[in-house]
Structures are given as C-alpha cells and as structure tokens.
C-alpha cells in the first residue's frame, strides 16, 4: 500500500524513539504483533540470502584454523578471489569506487605500500618520512583549493591533517566546528545541512551529540539557499554544501551559503570529498565549474578525499580548516595518562603509515598536469554519458551534473532499470526521495568503447522493463518497499539486520 507523499513526510518526520515504542505497542498486540514479526522476519531472511548467495566459499573459515595453512595455498586462494572480483571495476562497469584503477598505478603504489608496510606515524621518532609525507599531502593539497598552509598569520593559513577517508574528514570537521562554538558559548551545537549532505553528517551528529538540520533541496538537487538560511538557530554553529552532492554530482552554492555564514559568525564546511580533486582541475581541464573552496572567505573547513579523485589507495583523506585554531579543535592529547604523554590528531590512534606514503607518491607521480589531464578525462566522459542518457526519451537528468550524473523516469520503474543493469554486469547506485539512479565516472570509463556499451545495455534495460513484468527479485522490490515505509525508523531496523547478516560466519 502506497501512502500520500504528504502522510510519508509527515510520518517520516517522526522521531525514531516514538516510531520504536509505537513498534513495540503493535507488537504486543496478539493478532498483529504476529503479523509484524512473521512480515520482518521474511524481510531478514531475503537480505540474509542475498548476502549468502555471494559469499565466497573457498577456505571459509568461522573459527582459527588449528593447523597453519600455508603460504603458498593462502596466495593461491586469495589470487583467485580477488582475480574473480576484479573484471567489474576494472573494465569500467562500477559507479564510483576505483577512480583510477590502471595496473601501472595500483602495482606502483602496492610497491610503495610494502616499503612502509610496518611504519605507523605514531611514533614521529621512528617513522619521519611518513611524518613529512602526511605534512606535504595536508599542504600541496590545502594549495589546490585555494589555501596557502605556508601562511606566517595563523588566522589566514589553511592547514589540517590526513584521516582515514571521507567519513573520518567530516566528523573531526564537525567537532572542530562544534568545540568552536563551545568557546563561543554555545553548549548543545546544531549543524544546517541540505538533504543531499552525505550522511556522515549524521553520523557525527549522532556521535558529536549534535543535532543535524536537514533542509530539502531545489529542483535541481542543489541546496535551497533561502531555506538554508532560514534554517539557521541560535545554536548553529556550522553550515554544510557539497562541492559536488553524492546523489546528484551538482555543486551546491557555497559562495551565497558561505558569505551568509560568514555574515552570521558561523563556521562553513565544503564537502569536497568527492568533488574537491575534480573540481580544483576542471578550469585548467576546460570546464567552467563555481568557487567551491578556500578562496571563499566564508569557507572554514573543507573535507576532500585522495582516495576518490586524489587517486590514492582507499584509507586517505584531508581535512583542512581556515586557521591554526580551529585545527586545534581537532586534536586530542592526555597529558597525564600513566602510559606517557599522548596526543592524536584524530580519532585513530596508531595509523598505517604505509597509505600515507603511497597517497604521496600518487599525488608526486601524478603531478599537477596529471591530473588535469585526468580531470578532463573524466569531464569528458560526462558530456559522452549525459548524451547517450539524452537519447533514451524514458530517462531524464536530474539537474546539471559533470560526472556524477543522475537519471530518473515518469514511465519506467527506475530501480527495475538499475536491477537490470546489474543483471548486464553494471554496478550503479539507487537513489531515494525521489528514485533516481546514478552513475559516478571515473577514469575506468573513459576507456574506450566503455560509453559505448553503457548506453548499448541502458537502451536495452529501459526496454526490458517495458517488456518484461516485475519479479520479486533484485533490488527494485527492496528500494520500493524502502520508499513507500512512512518510519524511516524501521528501514534502519532492517539495515541493521543487513549489517548483521554481513557478520553471519
Ligand atoms: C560527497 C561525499 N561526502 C562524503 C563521503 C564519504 O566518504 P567515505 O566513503 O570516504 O567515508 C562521500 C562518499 O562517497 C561523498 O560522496
């Protein structure tokens, strides 16, 4: 039963807390309470299957094997495994995720890795490359958006660190704003961000205990600019946009949200995570995009992402804030633990310096031209897919992407279209609110004939789903139930029960 699109925003607006004690209310009802249990109980065991039907069998192990297996028979079997893994990513067929992916590249950076495999920049002492290498990736890195990490005034320089990845950058941004604002008084923090913001701000909402203003975005994907600001509270103490947005790859305007923050003495934050390494080269590649970065006065912390489009192995990104002092916001140091003194820029205590030293001599044997070329690469394999999507009349763009780019449909079943795209060996993204899918180029589909094939099996999928009747098979029933449950409370039940599911030995 589908509701109105107004009873499901109202519903889902529903605090988690009411919607888990309306849950045990109807389940201790007789009747119903059976009803609801026996309903999520088939909806636990079809997630449970479909992680089973891909879990590899080979030297499947749920407890310590007695006996050592030996090297030879472990290479062997991991060689197989990760062989059999590989042909999707790398001939182009996977949104996202491997952004370079050339053999010559990741065998270069696998040799740099073993070099520094034990090094940990933990101890500074021990390990000073890898104390410099981090350095040098904070400061060319604050240089490509806008940022000077050299500047004398602590106030003007744009410095940071290096964190695991896009989740890690985020969440220490947002307690860095958030310690801020304490200093400016402001005890519970509230952070103003579109829908479209990934949802690792939620997570540091939810971590930082502080709470996360969601506001709807335009037409366009991008954020409402008036609703941001009038979404703003007394307690905000920081501003998010995204250069470019996960879902729809559109740059959101950071120039007028950033100028309004500043005009309000609020922090600002950028996500560049997946943007920042595109958009910094796509003047130089030939592509008008908008500012998105430290050449904004309003713009105080930026999060971008080496490995996406910094083309570093995955475990890298910088956060990088306007000022010494809001980076010192981020630290953390115990001056009187029994275990010595201690102090981490992070989250992470011992880190592995080996990704620093091979995010390193990505961006060294990359160069600056590399990337712009790589840049232009990618943009041009957008214009080639917004193009071919263009030709299928059933499909439309949603707003005005680059190479994150984002289709939706008035007449066919858009999750059916994703399922049978991965029946023709593509992995791309479902979307939600509305349903859309969408496609993150990278440089594996700038290889040639990759477009080619791309509009080849789109054509073809949106035909099939005219043809064909819809099963309960795939994604699209899982993605339709998804969309049409009023308490988004009780689709993060189920999530958790995949989560779960993924831990099953
Ligand atoms: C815009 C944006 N921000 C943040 C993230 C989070 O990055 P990560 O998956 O590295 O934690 C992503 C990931 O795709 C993203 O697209």
């Known amino acids: 039963m589908e509701l109105p699109r107004v009873a499901q925003t109202l519903l889902s607006k529903v605090p988690d807390r009411v919607v888990k004690r309306a849950q045990n209310l109807l389940e201790r009802l007789p009747v119903v309470g059976d009803r609801v249990r026996e309903e999520r109980r088939k909806l636990v065991e079809g997630l449970r299957e479909q992680v089973r039907k891909h879990r590899p069998t080979d030297l499947a192990f749920s407890e310590l094997p007695r ?33 370079h992916g050339d053999a010559s590249h990741v065998g270069f950076l696998d040799e740099v890795y073993s070099l520094y495999s034990q090094s940990n920049p933990l101890h500074a002492d021990v390990w000073p490359s890898v104390v410099r290498f981090e350095a040098d990736l904070v400061a060319m890195t604050a240089k490509l958006v806008g940022g000077d990490a050299k500047a004398v005034d602590d106030e003007a320089a744009v410095c940071g660190t290096l964190s695991s990845g896009g989740t890690e950058s985020i969440m220490l941004a947002m307690k860095a704003q958030r310690d801020a604002g304490r200093e400016r008084g402001i005890r519970h923090a509230s952070i103003v961000a579109p829908t479209s913001a990934h949802p690792a701000f939620d997570k540091a909402g939810h971590t930082l205990d502080m709470e996360l203003i969601r506001v709807p975005v335009a037409a366009d994907g991008r954020a409402d600019v008036a609703a941001m600001k009038a979404a703003v509270r007394s307690n905000t103490v920081v501003m998010v946009g995204s250069a470019c947005s996960f879902p729809h790859g559109v740059v959101d305007d950071i120039a007028s949200l950033s100028d309004f923050a500043r005009s309000r003495g609020l922090g600002f934050h950028s996500d560049g995570c997946l943007g920042g390494f595109i958009l910094a080269f796509a003047k130089e590649a030939g592509f008008q995009v908008p500012a998105f970065d430290f050449s904004l006065p309003g713009v105080t912390s930026m999060s971008i992402d080496l490995h996406k489009f910094g083309y570093a192995a995955k475990g890298t990104s910088v956060v990088l804030y306007r000022g010494r002092a809001l980076r010192r916001h981020q630290y953390f140091t115990s001056p009187a633990w029994s275990g010595g003194l201690y102090a981490t820029p992070g989250f992470a205590g011992s880190r592995p310096g080996a990704l620093i030293a091979s995010a390193w001599a990505a ?70 609110s509305p349903p859309a899918v969408h496609v993150c180029l990278t440089l594996r589909h700038a290889q040639p004939g990759v477009v080619e094939a791309f509009e080849r099996d789109l054509r073809d ?27 988004k409370g009780l689709v993060g039940d189920l999530l958790s029960s995949y989560l779960d599911a993924l831990y099953d030995a």
């Open 461 to 487: 999928s949106v035909q099939a789903v005219r043809d064909v009747p819809p099963s309960k098979d795939g994604m699209a029933p899982v993605y339709g139930l998804a969309s049409s449950m009023p308490f």
């Open 67 to 99: 006996a050592a297996i030996d090297r030879q028979t472990l290479l062997a079997t991991l060689r197989t495994l990760s062989t059999s893994e590989s042909p999707q990513w790398r001939d182009g067929r996977l949104s996202g995720g491997v952004y």
């Open 363 to 432: 961006m060294m044997s990359m160069g600056h031209d590399g990337y712009v070329n790589a840049t232009r690469q990618v943009l041009e394999t957008g214009r080639s897919v917004k193009a071919a999507i263009g030709r299928i009349p059933e499909l439309k763009i949603v707003g005005d992407p680059l190479w994150v780019i984002a289709f939706t449909s008035d007449t066919v079943d858009v999750f059916r279209v994703l399922d049978e795209m991965s029946k023709r060996g593509w992995s791309l993204n479902g979307l939600q």
